[in-house]
């Protein structure tokens, strides 16, 4: 049947007729037997004017309407709500351009603008007339989350959530929660100790009713959108029920196995039996069966003999676990800069050359008394390591080592008064709430700020005193002096770890590795695919309250998606005709979205097609435009419409 | 043993030992300077394969879609075709048996016919590298390489990619750095010049789709030339409908050509079709540093980008 | 019978042009050779083997707009008849005998093509024979030869110095009559063309038996045979489009804005679209069908409605197959099929 | 420079992406910026949209000039659309001047919503370059007009 199109030409109280003869206009739009009706009128956004129309579509069974007039992107929403009013869809009705885009551009020539209107009143009748009914699609929301990644940012995001009433997961492939926070002597700028401020936090995540703790879990596969996320979760077994140990080392005590402990970065020794950390949530010891003498079969087994409360059993296995999510925060954080790749600096090869965690660890270990090491009297922080440096692929400033190099300077020099305390630094970056107040408050306590990069650290293989030069670029003078240790402020790369969420989810990254948001300004916790956010390192480097800040913020953003208990999507988006593709899967890979997916089913014989996912396409086209078969084509601003309109010219 | 016989001795274990359905080669047609593929399910019949510099056909579109287990036999183009093939899943990897031939380069049957002046040559005999040709009233001696086709001249793959069973020795690659000579020479000439160069070349085709339906990448299920919502292109022999086929051809096989060749030497008229496909593959390799078929799992140059793609021609 | 020396033979071409429109074979390329309307007698090349495309295109063009029409109604039909009576020269005895073929499909008793005929109304044909026979040649096979001098108005053979000419119709009589530096024949000349006519015959070897053809067709229609034959077919429209004798068409509709016009163009059995139903049915689903289609219509749907089979043997198809498929190998392997393979 | 037909003036399509540059061309006319009026916009949700065959059956229809505009790289509204249009025309581009389309035809622009008198630059240049090269005749198909076709 042949559509019935409606034609209105807006003078726009001259706005347009001032330029354009409208009159003229609807003149040249004759004669084309589906265009049932043109009219012009003073105001067509007016109450009159849309009355017009309104009254026009029911005694005229008007199916389609053209609106020449302003920018579709100024009164198209008014004429969709019209046409909503009038029981058709919003979809059906196309709006030229001629005031924007004609009449205030071409003033006084009114000839050219003239003809210019009509072409484009052409254009839009003539995609009006293959334009289809859409209607928009709603898909129901629970209220279920999945956090990936217990650090601060996990935490923060969990307990948001949990106690905003929604069902979340956290998974943490460690034995515990806490991330890098937890390894953090003090804070800055406050140098608030961190286990004290984090500790609590931890503990709140098993304590809350809504939060389903899941540590020594990683996620093995992610699948579905929106509302539908089919979580797939590997558990490894720690050997040690949570519930019944009571920390009493007993176990470890007996343990024959000596290992580097982690926690410490390696510089002090664990058994294979041990606490994750001192703060650990959940509180309880772990069995590493890696470094445990055998398990299967059994070589040695002191350690559940010694325990007293039976919660060793060494007859568990990873199993799988699946559950359905609908919204998903990823917080898989940061790995620190492996400083080998910084062979000058002589990292893992001098003996007194420490990166930043370490001195976190050898800090937190002399802040209570027990130090490991005596660091020596003269001492070096180098900056920007693994940052700001093409050499090692890291363009990137990593945004916390100018702040933690001053607090470990002064929480070293306050331990050690009076030794000869160095920042070697590119730029000192203070930007922080407190943070210039901070760095002055170094400098006054003695610290000295060097602008210069080091070239490179030369052990003295003797005395194993460590040779420095740099540049003062301050005062132009090369310094060439021998410190006792060389602290590297190593920055921040992404977690290994993250990639494979990454393609399991579909996300993208930044030139700089880190997870790319939607938008930098606007949407820095959204990612493009729908219902999946960022929280804290993961997106790029950044201290803890900004971290916080973002967790709090991915949390609201997903509730904002979920409160709502039902998620509306546009439709016009991409469609695929499964006759014509031939599953060269291009349309998949082009989409940011990760809106379609190559599938081989049933009901198609087994052959492969891309299948669009109405809920996650946004319509931009970029699929169809790339499919080379014709196979894809967008509802609405279809490949027909399109040409169509360009043989209006 | 002679590669043919290599060739054969491969096939003969396959299909004996039941590993695939069928090998894809060449025979030797009734025509002289000639082969035709052929598909050979018995194992009885391997000595009908062929090997030898008229083995001219890329036999990689004869994989996509098929259901059973084949092997085939895959110079270094007909290898990077098939590799851009699994990379599109068009074919199966573990589907496919690839017997992997070195190649010298392959003849180019109408230039001996133009060096003799179209004579009626009646039979070819390819003895190492000179092919006796005889016809009514002549006889002649011609060296292979005087006679390749054009794209095997700087072909720059000329050894199997991709490979299950590898026939002899690698060949050693030949200097490709001229390879882009012919479209080099027309960048040079004026827009006119190239306009009257193509309008006049492309005038030459009939649209009978040879060039189509020889590429091994050519595979979509119904061509955009067939489609009617819209009908990007007309099906009239109008030379502005014919240009733009030519033109979106091309474009298709941005970043995923191999310059086998199949086309042009499929178009009964001789258009050169190649002239495109070459220019896209320049473009590609200087804009985006892609070649094409190199590896499983690699990216088509259409299907990625780079932040700092080159853009002086935007405004 | 009359012969013409063959440095006059551009006067007499030119001589033709003075009332007709002359097209004659013009090298393409050097190895090329078509059919081109040609200003002057020079431009002729009639040492040529064989013209590249058949000439069934002067008649039945790749496209032909039938009438154009714009929104409202009013349709035009295009000028039928040329412009100026035509004079086809140098045809090889193959292609005027797919003339005669394509006549009985555009000429039927019960439909007349009339944009075909205009054109064939208002055409003379001069027939050469062909001399040299080439390897994919085999029209000796299929009831004529290269000396077959029917379905022509004038046929010419060449005598090495001479052309022979020889009117065959009252139209290739009368034009003839006119022409500039003709001589009577010679009793030697005409010897020499038989001689000539034996020697061309010897150079075909190709041979096809087309005998049981038709009915051995009719039996296997689903016979696995099909497989085998089409399996390295590409599915291009090559063998179609180069056949003297296909003439499928497709109509259809070019508009923009508000006028149309539509249009006749080649198709060809060989494609997928031929048979493709809007509902996206494809009755002739793979290549296997459409090869089978193609045969059948040859050879035997062509022969039971004709008497005759649609081919001349030019050897176009398989010179042009871009996978050397052989026709005379695919008829040899359906002739061979035993009696028991074939089913009523 | 061809001669050109008297009193004729330039006829060009715009693909421009809704996010960015079609909202330049309305902030352009906000701000009243002057521009030829020789072009006729079509709205595409991005410049990724543009199938190359657009710009094509442009050619073809007989216009004079193409335009395609879209977000600046980093800005598409989604994310990469532009990033990959930018292949493909790079590509098309080279291709069309390649084959004989007078460089001036066809045109590519980033314009961003902010930049109203960016477009109205771009406009006239695009509108100047395509008069400088008169009226299309290559690739165009003029199948309603006896004669010889392009």
Redesign the interface.
Known sequence: MAPRIGVYVCHCGGNISEVVDVKKVTESLGGQGDVVLIKDHEHVCSEVGQKLILNDIKENRLDRVVISACSPQFQGGTFMKTMEQAGLSPYVMEMANIREQCSWAHHGQTEQATSKAVDLTKMAIAKARLDEPLEKKVLPLGKRVLIIGGGIAGIQASLDLGDAGFEVYLVEKEPTIGGKMAQLSKTFPTEDCAACILSPKMADVPNNPNVRLMTSTEVKDISGYIGNYEVTVTRKPTYVDPDKCTCCDKCAEVCPVTVPNEYDEGLTTRKAIYLPSPIAVPNSYVLDDKSCLGLFPLACSKCKEVCEVDAINYDVYPREEKFTVDTIIVATGFDIFDAREKAVFGWGKYENVYNALEMERLLAHSGEGKPLKDLGNKVAFIQCVGSRDEQVGCEYCSRVCCMYATKLACLFNREHPGKEIYIFYTDLRAYGKGFEEYYKRAQSEGIKFIRGRVAEVVEDSETKKLMLRAEDTLTRKIIESEFDSVILSVGLRPNAGTQKIASMLGLSRSQDGFLKEAHLKFRPVDTLIEGVFLAGTVQGPKDIPDTVAQASAASSRAIRLMNKGEFEAEPIIAEVSKEMCVGCGVCAEVCAYGAIEMVSSADNEGVRTAVVNEFLCKGCGNCAAACRSGAVDVNGMSDHQISKMIEVM | MDLQAQVRQAARKLLDDKQVDVVIGYEAADEPLRTTPCFIRDSQEVDRLVWNPFCEHNLAGYLQGRQDKAAVVAKGCDSRAIVVLINESQVQRDNITVIGVPCGGIVERKKIYRHLQGADIREAVLEGDVITVKGPGFSAELKVEDFLAECCKFCSHRNPVLFDIKIGEDVPEVDSKEQYHEVARLEGSSSEERWEFFKKELSKCVRCYACREACPLCYCKQCFTDQSLPAWVGKTDDISDTMAFHIMRAYHTTGRCVDCGNCERACPNDVQIRLLTKKIEKDVKELFGSEAGLEIGEKTSMMVYKENDPQDFIK | MKTIAKNKMSALLDALIKKYQVFAPVQ?????VDFNAIRSGAEAYLEY?NS??PVKKMFFP??ETLF?YT??GSTETPELQPKQPRVIFGVRPCDTRSLALMDKVFDGPDFQDPYYLEKRKNTTIFTLACN?P???CFCSSLGYGPFFQKDTDVFMVDLGEKYLLEPITAAGTKIVKGLPGLEDAREKELSRRKALEKEAAG?I??KVDLKNLPEKLSGIFDHPVWDEIH??C?????CT??CPTCHCF?I?D??????G?R?R?WD?CM???FT?EAS?HNPRETGKERMRQRLMHKFKYFVDNYDEVACVGCGRC?N?C?????L??VIEKINNLKREDVYE | MQEQPENWEPRIIAFLCSWCSYAGADLAGVSRCQYPPNIRVIKLPCSGRANPFYIIKSLQQGCDGVLISGCHPGECHYSSGNYYARRRFAIMKRLLEYIGVEEGRVHFSWVSASEGEKFAKVVSEVTEAVRKLGPARRLVKNEFESGATI
């Open positions: 393409q390329d050097d190895l090329v083997n590249n495309e790749q496209s154009t929104q409202g040299n080439r390897n994919n150079k070897t190709k399996e390295k590409i599915g291009c429209g090559v489009y180069f497709d259809v070019e508009t923009r804005d508000d006028q016009r249009v163009v060809s494609y997928p679209s493709q996206g398989m042009n871009p996978v050397g498929s052989d005379v190998q």
